[in-house]
């Protein structure tokens, strides 16, 4: 995993809230059996028309927003718990993902795959729509080691919470793997003693 | 004092990270093609065997036809997907129920009907209605690809321990009112995020009386309102329901599991961070209006008007409504439907069948309809045979397809043309679930019934 490093970015803004993994990537893109090339469907039935061409008034088909960052309504990545919606996400070019709640898979799968999501009050995400709409070369900053957003546009900041564990492993770029394979003989231990097992 | 939860959490507590999350030990693990090849190839990669096969159990259920299934899958993605997963299977020497294995169906069906699931465990899988398993009074929850690697490679996965719900469903459910119109009620109310960070403990005399089957709906859409799971105490209506089957321990080890089973329960005035009580009493038969679970009401209901919603879910809520061609304020009874879809893990199960048959039996399927009535497994489709279902239903004009989750999320062909409406017994109408453009409404079997014969829907 690549280690994560502070971001100054240009951002996406997706007022919609409740996205689920269904829109982010539909089911029939799911057939792949590596995790490359999802980013091309990401959105798809929202991007494209049936005969696959860009739908203009979707927002990743308008050139006048870009950036590694994507700013989105409440309650982001609900539903499946298709870990291709991460994929998808940071296949694009995404780096962070801002909304006022996420659900819990989703947050799991992107921390899993280098992809921050930062939770921040609906007033500050309210006002970051605000500035992207005045103009859309506004910009955020995401500093993992401080935990804070700043909105550039306005100055205001926000700290945001994430585990101990967690901000480590993206910061040293690791994964939970390399741990638990470290732990097997705690493992091996609890096989031993556990109270009841099942055969 | 603790929870069930807590009790079952804390006994698969291998170790914890240091202002970090749980190391936790499974019991279970389930896959299916979807979701694991690319896990399989990360311990490929790294030169790893799975650390304890015993426990992984392989299905091939979301990405195969309901027709035809003895021939080669046509779509050539799609068969190499469940030929790679019959790969992994064999490489790693794991148990496989493929395609006409009499074992084979929905992941969330076979668990539970082959003695798989049982009380007290962890189990997980990557799919989010691994939740359904909560029903035997598990922890079962729903994973990512990276989590089903960690499982494979140490049967352990690295979690933050969530808060504790219990939803209690008090009073005694009205006829035609179903576990699906309970759920799709408890949604209605806490909507699609409401139990976000929770994992839920269904509790009161309604739940009591579910059947097993029953708790399995319940449990299986708790993933709607975003609870990562939600289990039921196991009571002598769980224990009847496990024993004898396959996996089911036997002799002195059946006495000595229900033992232990028995004292898995809440104790009394153990807290939970939240809890939330229904009368059951209030609940009518429910459908859904909107593209997500939380956007339900009583069949004879009216969708909220734009005043009813707050401002920041507007743009959502009018985006919802111009997706399913409905107005606010619009009432739904009466509407004329084109699709019905009985299935799922939420609604496959020969229970759901029953129902279903029973509303159709010596009536006729309405021409405007196509209908879709898919068993979750082999096992549910031989017992259809076995009380002679399928001679009512053809007698009735429908015809019974092969397990699968099919048009629960059309990854095969069984796809709802755009614009078409569609009542399900499936556990999500997002947009695009049943195939891009069509228009999902989500509904118990009973519901579909009336609506596969109505033509419309229609009060069961």
Request: charged share 25%; proline share 5%; with cysteine.
């Amino acid at each position: 995993m690549e280690k994560f490093q502070t971001i100054t970015s240009t951002y996406v803004p997706l007022p919609i809230e409740n996205v689920d993994t269904d829109q982010i990537i539909p089911a029939r893109f799911l057939k792949a059996t590596t995790r490359e090339g999802f980013g091309d469907n990401l959105f798809a039935d929202w991007r494209y028309d049936k005969e696959g061409n860009p739908k203009l008034d979707f927002v990743l088909n308008n050139p006048v927003y870009s950036g590694e960052v994507l700013v989105a309504g409440k309650n982001f990545g609900s539903g499946s718990s298709r870990e291709h919606a991460a994929w998808a996400i940071g296949g694009y070019g995404f780096k962070v993902v801002v909304s006022s709640f996420f659900a819990d898979i989703f947050r799991n799968n992107a921390l899993n795959n280098g992809i921050l999501p930062v939770v921040v009050s609906e007033k500050f995400l309210g006002e970051l729509f605000v500035s992207v709409d005045k103009n859309p070369k506004a910009t955020v900053t995401v500093n993992l080691e401080e935990q804070t957003i700043t909105n550039n546009g306005t100055g205001s900041a926000e700290s945001f919470e994430i585990n101990p564990y967690k901000k480590e492993c993206l910061l040293k770029g690791l994964d939970d793997i390399d741990f638990l394979l470290s732990n097997k003989d705690k493992i091996e231990e609890y096989e031993r003693n556990r109270a009841f097992a099942y055969e | 004092m603790k929870t069930l939860f807590d009790k079952i959490w804390d006994a698969h507590v291998v170790a914890t990270v240091k202002d970090g999350p749980t190391q936790l030990y499974i019991d279970r693990h389930l896959c299916h093609e979807v979701t694991s090849p690319q896990a399989f190839a990360g311990i490929r990669a790294r030169g790893l065997n799975v650390y304890r096969p015993k426990q992984t159990t392989l299905t091939a259920d979301h990405n195969i036809p309901t027709m035809w299934q003895n021939k080669p899958i046509r779509d050539t993605v799609s068969r190499f997907q469940v030929e790679t997963l019959a790969k992994n299977a064999s490489d790693f020497g794991l148990t496989y129920y493929g395609l006409n294995n009499p074992k084979n169906g929905i992941v969330h069906v076979i668990g539970p009907e082959n003695g798989y699931t049982q009380p007290g465990m962890t189990i997980v899988c990557g799919d989010s209605h691994t939740s359904t398993h909560g029903a035997f009074g598990a922890i079962a929850f729903g994973i990512g690809t990276s989590e089903v690697e960690m499982v494979l490679a140490s049967q352990c996965i690295l979690q933050t321990r969530p808060k504790t719900m219990r939803i209690n469903f008090d009073g005694k459910l009205e006829e035609n009112v179903s576990a699906k119109d309970m759920a799709l009620y408890m949604i209605s109310q806490l909507t699609t995020g409401g139990a976000t960070g929770y994992f839920v403990e269904y509790a009161g005399e309604a739940v009591r009386n579910l059947s097993m089957e029953e708790r399995m709906t319940l449990c299986n859409l708790s993933i709607e309102m975003g609870a990562r799971g939600g289990l039921v105490a196991p009571d002598e209506t769980t224990f009847n329901y496990i024993k004898g089957r396959e996996f089911a321990p036997k002799g002195d080890k059946w006495e000595k599991a229900v033992a232990y089973w028995k004292t898995l329960k809440s104790d009394e005035g153990a807290a939970f961070d939240k809890e939330v009580t229904f009368d059951v009493a209030k609940i009518r038969p429910m459908i859904t209006y909107g593209t997500n679970p939380g956007m339900g009401m009583p069949i004879d209901g009216t969708i909220p008007h734009l005043d009813d919603i707050g401002e920041a879910g507007k743009i959502s809520f009018e985006k919802s409504l111009n997706y399913m061609g409905f107005t606010p304020g619009e009432k739904l009874e009466g509407k004329q439907i084109d699709y019905v879809f009985l299935g799922s893990c939420t609604n496959g199960r020969i229970e759901d069948f029953r129902v279903f048959t029973q509303y159709v039996k010596g009536k006729k399927k309405a021409g405007n309809v196509t209908a879709w009535l898919v068993p979750g497994s082999w096992q549910v489709r031989k017992q259809i045979e076995a009380e002679g279902l399928d001679k009512i239903l053809e007698e009735a004009g429908f015809e019974l397809r092969q397990p699968g989750c099919s048009a629960c999320l059309a990854m095969n062909d069984d796809k709802v043309p755009a614009g078409k409406y569609a009542v399900s017994t499936s556990n999500r109408n997002f947009e695009g679930r049943q195939g891009p453009g069509a228009r999902t409404i989500l509904a118990g079997p009973l519901v579909a019934a009336a609506a596969a014969i109505n033509g419309k829907i229609t009060e069961p």
